[in-house]
C-alpha cells in the first residue's frame, strides 16, 4: 500500500427530497486497500456505494479516482460542470460493483457473463477476453463451468461468476453490496473465500457487508455508517473490539 489515495471521497451528501441520507462523508482509499463499510439497515451504505461510482448523483461534495473527479469536469476557468452520461459511463467502468442480486445474463454462458463486458465496452479482441476470462473464472474456482448457463449454477457459484465478470472490467476498485446476504447459509463461506483472496491479493476493495468475521479478517480498515455519517473508523480490531463512539458499541456489542 502507498500513502497517496486511489479515491478520495470529500463530503458527500445525498438528500432524496427532504430526507438526508448522507451528511458528508470524508474517507479516501490508498492502493491495496480494503476497506470494510459497516452499519445497521437504512443507515445510507448503499447510498455512500452508489455515490461513488455516481449510480445515484450527490447532493454535495465530490469523489476523485485517481486524483480525477467523477461526474464533474471543471474547466480551466474554474467553472464546474457535469459529464455526459456517456463520460460518467466511461467512468464508471473504472469501479467495478458487485451487487447482492448477481443479475447474471441468462441466456449467457459464465464466459459469456464474463467476457461480454471486455469485448463490447473495452474493445479486448474476443480470443483475448477468452483467454482472460477462463482464468479469471479458475481464479473464482469455476474453470470447469464455463460453459454452464447461470440456471444450471448455485447462488454461491452465480456471485463468484458475477465477481469475475466485475474483475474483467479491469477495474481500479472493486465495490461489493452484500454480495453474500442474498445467499443460502452454506453458499456464503465459498463467495467469502474468493473475496478475501482478492483481499489478500492487493485488489483495491470497499465492502459493505455484515460478515463481521470478513470484516475482521479481510479489512484494512474498517468504517461504521451510521444515519448517514461515519462515527467511527480504523483498523477492523480497534473499531470492532474498542470502539469510542457509544452507538457503535452498541452495534458490536450485539454483533460478536
Ligand atoms: P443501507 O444500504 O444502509 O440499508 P440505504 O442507502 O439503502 O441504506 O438507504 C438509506 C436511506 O435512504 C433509507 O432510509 C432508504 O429508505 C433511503 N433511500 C434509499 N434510496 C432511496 C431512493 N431512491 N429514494 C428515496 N429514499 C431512498
Ligand atoms: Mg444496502
Known amino acids: 500500500m502507498t500513502d497517496t489515495p486511489l479515491l478520495a471521497v470529500e463530503d458527500l451528501r445525498k438528500s432524496f427530497g427532504s430526507l438526508e441520507v448522507l451528511k458528508g462523508a470524508s474517507f479516501t482509499v ?24 455516481m ?15 467523477i461526474g464533474f469536469k471543471t474547466d480551466p476557468s474554474g467553472r464546474r460542470r457535469a459529464l455526459s452520461g456517456a463520460e460518467v459511463a ?3 467502468a473504472r469501479m467495478s460493483m458487485v451487487f447482492q442480486q448477481f443479475n447474471l445474463w441468462p441466456h449467457r454462458t459464465a464466459l459469456g457473463n464474463v467476457i461480454e463486458g ?22 473464482v474456482g469455476l474453470l470447469a463451468k464455463a460453459d454452464v448457463h447461470p440456471i444450471r449454477l448455485s447462488g454461491g457459484q452465480q456471485q463468484r461468476v458475477a465477481i469475475a465478470r466485475a474483475l474483467a472490467m479491469r477495474p481500479k476498485i472493486m ?22 483472496d482478492l483481499a489478500k491479493t492487493g485488489t483495491t476493495m470497499v465492502v459493505v457487508t455484515h460478515e463481521m468475521a470478513f470484516a475482521r479478517d479481510a479489512c484494512d480498515t474498517v468504517m461504521l455508517l451510521e444515519s448517514g455519517e461515519i462515527i467511527e ?11 469510542s463512539d457509544e452507538r457503535a458499541r452498541q452495534f458490536f456489542g450485539g454483533r460478536r
Open 118 to 139: 471486455p469485448i463490447q465496452v473495452l474493445g479486448v479482441p474476443p480470443e483475448q477476453a477468452r483467454t482472460e476470462g477462463l482464468a479469471l473464472l479458475d481464479r
Open 175 to 196: 465495490l461489493f453490496d452484500e454480495p453474500t446476504s442474498a445467499l443460502d447459509p452454506e453458499l456464503v463461506a465459498e463467495v467469502l473465500q474468493v473475496m478475501l
Open 30 to 53: 490508498r492502493p491495496s486497500e480494503v476497506i470494510g463499510l459497516l452499519g445497521r439497515s437504512g443507515s445510507g451504505k448503499s447510498t455512500l456505494l452508489r455515490c461513488l461510482n
Open 90 to 92: 466511461r467512468q464508471r
Open 55 to 69: 449510480l445515484e448523483t450527490p447532493t454535495g461534495g465530490r469523489v476523485l479516482l485517481d486524483g480525477e473527479e
Open 233 to 243: 473508523r480504523g483498523p477492523p480490531d480497534q473499531v470492532m473490539s474498542r470502539p
